[in-house]
């Protein structure tokens, strides 16, 4: 049987501690990211999906490359609730939204050379890269972003 002096005990909290709280925030921060994506209350569509509308309908992809834990992309997500953003969105564009940790981010992040998030890419139906889009957090700016 191990036995365990009191200092390797104290060690043994110090070390286990700090993991539990970041296990916990990042619990946190991804069901913040939930929350955020319910309420901007938009049809993210998987991107071969989005990529198969585009080309039915003559609407570019709006590629949101993103991680559910991510506070700066709660934020984006936050802004694409704004009603002005929204409609933008809905009546411009086919919305795909491709998570970090996704199978398939690895293979986008080399196509489009996507080194960080959030990240926004208009692409058209074939996949091909239309422009990259500034992401911005004040809603106005953003409309304005997504309607030039």
Known sequence: MVSINRKGLR??????????????????????GEQ?????????QPLP?????ARSS????????????CPACRRLHEVFADPA?????RNGYQLSRIDYESPEAAAF???????S???LLLLDGEGRLLRRLTVHFEPAA??????G
């Open 11 to 32: 060690y043994l909290v110090y070390a286990l501690v700090p993991l539990a709280l970041y296990f916990v925030n990042v619990e946190y921060q991804t069901w913040r």
């Open 36 to 44: 955020a994506l319910t309420a901007a209350a938009l049809d993210f």
């Open 49 to 53: 999906v989005a990529l198969a509308r």
């Open 58 to 69: 003559g609407k570019p992809v709006l590629a949101d490359f993103s991680a559910i834990w």
């Open 85 to 89: 953003v929204n409609a933008a969105i």
């Open 109 to 115: 992040m080399a196509r489009y050379q996507v080194s």
């Open 117 to 119: 998030f959030p990240s």
């Open 142 to 147: 953003m409309a304005a972003e997504l309607k």
